[in-house]
């Protein structure tokens, strides 16, 4: 059977000299891995457009579970990425987050659309590394189905009352009042500045062509970077040998 998807190269592994595997990330069917049987059979436009990080049209022959793919036309290309050894390290981090986590023949249509508007934020000359860095971090471990819960303190229901609390057991808010009555001793919080908070909702709560529309500085900079690594990665339950990578170019 034929198929034609839109998609994104997330994974290329060579096979002997002209034969490669594919890990592609797809609206319909989440990540896939093709096979594509060297540029002499699929000419060497599609072997171009199924480059790492290539946003392409793909025709497969899918075969059960099987995909060979047939033929590429590049849709949109990051080539600023490819120049900028720290910026390619990234997008290869987050690529990771992405294989680690989508399940095949799932639909990928979110992940795909934030992962494609994250890249050409990513390859602009004057891009924030760190800052694309954590905010993504933060959305997709929404898109992944850990979403926090920040509208309101979960007792209470004010969206915020004196200093606002971040509870690691549920991944809700909690403040300071409700904080006291309820006694909740053993569970793991987490005392949020107002800035941060503020961030996090941002970046949880907006479309996601907006989600990068911002910038930050100082203390609620370096608080947020480390709040949204760790979540994410508290949330995966791992961490990533391309995420220590990224960390060494510094
Ligand atoms: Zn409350």
Known sequence: MLVTVEGIVIGKRDIGESNCFLDILTEEYGVIEATAHGAKKIGSSSMSAAGLFSYSKFCFNKTNLRYTLNSAEPK????????????????????????????????????????????????????????????????????????????????????????????????????????????????????????????????????????????????????FFEFAENYLLGQLERSFNTLDYYKKLK
């Open 76 to 223: 949109c290309s990051f080539f600023g990425l490819s120049s900028d050894l720290k910026k390619f390290s990234l997008a290869v981090y987050f690529a990771d987050i992405i294989k680690y986590t989508s399940a095949a023949e799932q639909n990928g249509g979110d992940v795909l659309r934030f992962f494609a508007i994250t890249l050409f934020k990513l390859q602009k000359e004057e891009a924030d590394c760190d800052l694309i860095k954590s905010v993504f971090e933060f959305r997709i471990a929404s898109l992944l189905g850990f979403s926090p819960d920040l509208r309101a303190c979960r007792s209470c229901g004010r969206y915020i009352n004196g200093n606002m609390f971040f509870s690691f057991e549920n991944n809700s808010l909690i403040c300071e009042n409700c904080k006291d009555i309820e006694n909740i001793m053993g569970e793991e919080t987490k005392l949020l500045s107002p800035q941060l908070l503020h961030t996090m909702r941002y970046v949880t709560y907006s479309a996601a062509e907006k989600v990068y529309g911002f910038e930050l500085k100082g203390e609620t900079r370096t608080d």
